[in-house]
């Protein structure tokens, strides 16, 4: 049920970090499932996913699955979409998905607290076509559910994030 990468990877920040090949075998079972083309390999590839689900590490992957065990109304769907808005970023009535680390160490200074903290940079560039990518999937796991209201988070962001 997997999808291999053969050959050289271009855009790494797509590949998610499983690096086996789960993040590619999400995106292609998502096509198929979206497409309608090929259920029996798409079925196979939810089965594969569904069975890794617990071993996923990077938020790129987790939100890909959610969407992607949505669309085949996967028993774990609950599961992946619960794992997925764990790790959303919430500010100001805005949610969104990123692979930047979004915390500092604790340290004696600041009582051992952890802190949200943006790196100065960042409010000077858009966001990584990565986090809008995320944010998006994020929002169609939601309307797929017929919850629009969580979702409004992810849609005012992506509004204010078009890159």
């Known amino acids: 049920g997997s999808f291999n990468e053969p050959g050289r990877v271009i855009h790494k920040d797509m590949q998610g970090a499983a690096g086996a ?3 590619l075998t999400v995106y292609v079972a998502t096509a198929l499932l ?7 390999a798409a ?8 069975g890794r689900l617990d071993s ?24 992946a979409v619960d794992r997925m808005s764990e790790l959303g970023v919430r ?6 998905w990123t692979k930047l680390p979004t915390t500092t160490t604790s340290s004696p200074v600041d009582g051992g607290k952890l802190e949200m903290q943006e790196p100065a940079w960042r409010r000077y560039q858009h966001q990584p ?6 944010t998006g999937y994020a929002l169609l796991v939601h309307v ?7 979702g409004l988070g992810a849609a005012r962001w992506l509004a204010q994030n078009r890159n």
């Open 91 to 96: 500010e100001n009535g805005l949610t969104h």
């Open 34 to 40: 979206e497409a309608g083309l090929e259920a029996d």
């Open 129 to 134: 076509s990565t986090d809008v990518e995320m």
């Open 144 to 150: 797929a559910r017929g919850e629009i209201g969580d």
């Open 21 to 23: 090949g789960l993040a």
């Open 43 to 50: 079925a196979k590839a939810v089965r594969y996913i569904e």
């Open 56 to 79: 996923i590490e990077d938020v790129y992957t987790t939100v890909l699955a959610a969407y992607c065990l949505t669309l085949a109304n996967s028993p774990r769907s609950d599961e």
